[in-house]
């Protein structure tokens, strides 16, 4: 039986002392602690160890000391102990109470231990079943390796192996403990759902936030909020969507349109928006991680932004459209009409979009099945909410957009195009009459070098003018007014006919450079005779009164009669415009 425990003076400590082992090779000897007590000193007091008898060992639970008997030894071996309260001391790094005492055990070819931050060893046993490996190499006689060497036994073998146990002992000075494992929050324990902060250099536990666990921020940064939620600190131009939990791109007059969560492979949400609209933005967040893109397609009227879910379920996507009405046009160029948003897509390895004339790239949006085998350089081209930047041509491209492609693999752009309006429109599209249908009764002329459908005026011979007209003169046909002496010269000329009856006036016109030189021959007071007037072509900028001045070109009038010798030849100077026009009196 165990000698009963001796009280050590002026201590709680306990000296315990086992059983004589036999004599015999592993034969063992154990000096085991009262209850509430641990190993605090272990040793194989009858000595031989390396020489005859194995060593000594304490195990983790920290009850026994056993003292190996050998392989022809010649004696029995007797375990005696030292053994201690184990006493539970408050953690200054605010974790659970500390055990004074730790036991660690380790065993192999070259078992080597150390005791954890906080610890110092005050106790190393060595032991082998096979003594010889343990002869030499700082395990003294009665098992013990010195608190001033390592703890550790080198070059046993896998097979016979040696195996160590070391007794740790908690630092006496508490602050100093703290100073080496908690200076920071890196050491300090927190209850489950709280974490450190420092706070003026002193440790706080507050409650844990895993809002930015997943970030949905993209290229923004995250802050968490609260336990478990978050914000986007987003790039100028967006905005933080907490519907669609990222940043959108700011807008103030169209309708967002929010799809319904999805997760899984391929997993859609759709945004759609209202019959007569169009989508002018289509996006999702966690492009291309979480989600293979986004795309749009219309079908029976309607309008939706279509977002899918990617293998990786890393967490669930979203699809978001905004919704904007459809303002449809007549084309200025062709007459058609015409949308005021269009899409054009591109599909392949190598996809390319551009917007038709006179619309310009508003957005430009991706989608792949494959999006887990995007190039690293394309993969970087499409941001969170799965848009792709535009060239500075107006155009979107990508160039061999996976890896290793499959043949049945593919990357499709998707662009969102505006049309232009007014001058922009026409000098894009048709900057010219050359490529412009008017509707009929009307013909394209350039104003102010752009083409205009304006009404048409016959000209040329379109209508004959050139039957004979009779005029019933009164006196005199003509009458001249012209101011003697000077180079500038008004005249007034006049005609009444029977056939326009209407007055045309070429009044107050501009003659230059010579006087006017007009030959009248006398007439009788009641004349009737066949008189034609013939003008050369008169440009004209837009519809034009006959009897509106005109400026610029000169123009050369003759009047004569065919049955009396009144001739008059007049030079006026008449205006130029853009429209043709044969005038015929």
């Given at each position: ?227 478990s939620d978050y914000t986007c600190d987003c790039q100028d131009g967006f905005e933080f969507d907490k519907l669609a939990g990222t940043c959108l791109p ?336």
């Open positions: 039986m165990p000698k009963e425990p001796v009280i050590i003076e002026e201590t709680t400590d306990e000296e315990v002392i086992g059983d004589a082992s036999a004599v015999a090779d592993d034969a063992k000897s154990i000096a085991s602690c009262p209850v509430g007590k641990v190993i605090t000193r272990c040793e194989s007091s009858t000595g031989k160890v390396g020489a005859g008898t194995d060593g000594a060992t304490v195990p983790v639970t920290g009850n026994d000391c056993i003292a190996h008997n050998g392989w022809n030894s010649g004696i029995a071996v007797v375990a005696k102990a030292v053994c201690s309260e184990n006493e539970q001391i408050s953690d200054p790094c605010n974790g659970a109470a500390l055990l004074k005492y730790k036991h660690l055990r380790a065993k192999g070819a070259n078992p080597s231990l150390e005791c954890p931050a906080g610890y110092e060893a005050i106790l190393c046993n060595g032991h082998s079943y096979w003594w010889d490996l343990i002869t030499g190499k700082g395990v003294n006689d009665v098992g013990v390796i010195p608190n001033d060497q390592a703890c550790a036994i080198a070059n046993c073998q896998d097979q016979k192996y040696c195996d160590i146990s070391l007794v740790c002992k908690l630092m006496d000075d508490l602050d100093a403990y703290a100073a080496s494992i908690c200076p920071d929050c890196d050491g300090w324990n927190c209850e489950e759902g709280y974490d450190c902060q420092m706070v003026e250099g002193v440790h706080s536990c507050v409650e844990k936030q895993t809002g930015c666990d997943i970030n949905r921020c993209g290229d923004a940064d995250c802050f968490a909020v609260g336990a700011v807008h103030s007059h169209y309708r967002t349109v929010y799809g319904d969560k999805a997760i899984g492979d391929d997993a859609h949400s759709y945004a759609s928006c209202n019959a007569g609209q169009k989508v002018m933005r289509c996006h999702t967040f966690g492009a291309p991680s979480a989600a293979d893109g986004v795309t749009i397609s219309e079908a029976d009227g309607v309008v939706r932004c279509e977002a899918r879910a990617s293998n990786s379920r890393k967490f669930p996507i979203m699809a978001v459209a905004y919704c904007g009405d459809n303002a449809v046009a007549t084309d200025p160029c062709s007459q058609d009409k015409l949308d005021h948003i269009a899409y054009r897509s591109n599909t392949g390895l190598s996809p390319s979009v551009s917007c038709p004339d006179g619309f310009v790239m508003e957005s430009c949006i991706f989608h792949s099945p494959w999006s887990q085998g995007l190039s690293a350089a394309n993969k970087a081209r499409i941001n969170s909410i799965g848009a792709v930047g535009i060239n500075d041509d107006g155009s979107c491209a990508m160039a061999d957009c996976l890896n290793s492609p499959a043949g049945h693999q593919w990357c499709k752009l998707t662009a969102v195009c505006k049309k232009l309006v007014g001058v922009e429109y026409l000098k894009a599209v048709c900057p010219t009459c050359d490529n412009v249908r008017c509707p009929e009764g009307q013909e394209c002329q350039m104003v102010e070098d752009l083409p205009q459908c304006l009404i048409r005026i016959p000209g040329g011979c379109e209508v004959d003018k050139c039957g004979e007209v009779n005029v019933l003169k009164t006196e005199q046909t003509t009458s001249v007014y012209v101011r003697v002496g000077t180079s500038l010269m008004r005249l007034l000329v006049r005609m009444r006919t029977s056939v326009l009856r209407n007055r045309v006036g070429m009044e107050s016109v501009l003659t230059l450079l010579v006087h006017t030189v007009v030959f009248v021959m006398p007439v009788t007071n009641s004349y009737s005779g066949v008189v034609r007037m013939l003008t050369s072509v008169w440009t004209a900028l837009a519809q034009t009164p006959r009897d509106a001045p005109t400026l610029k070109a000169a123009t050369f009038a003759t009047v004569w009669t065919r049955s009396s010798s009144l001739a008059e030849s007049v030079s006026v100077l008449m205006g130029s415009r853009t429209r043709t026009e044969h005038v015929l009196m």
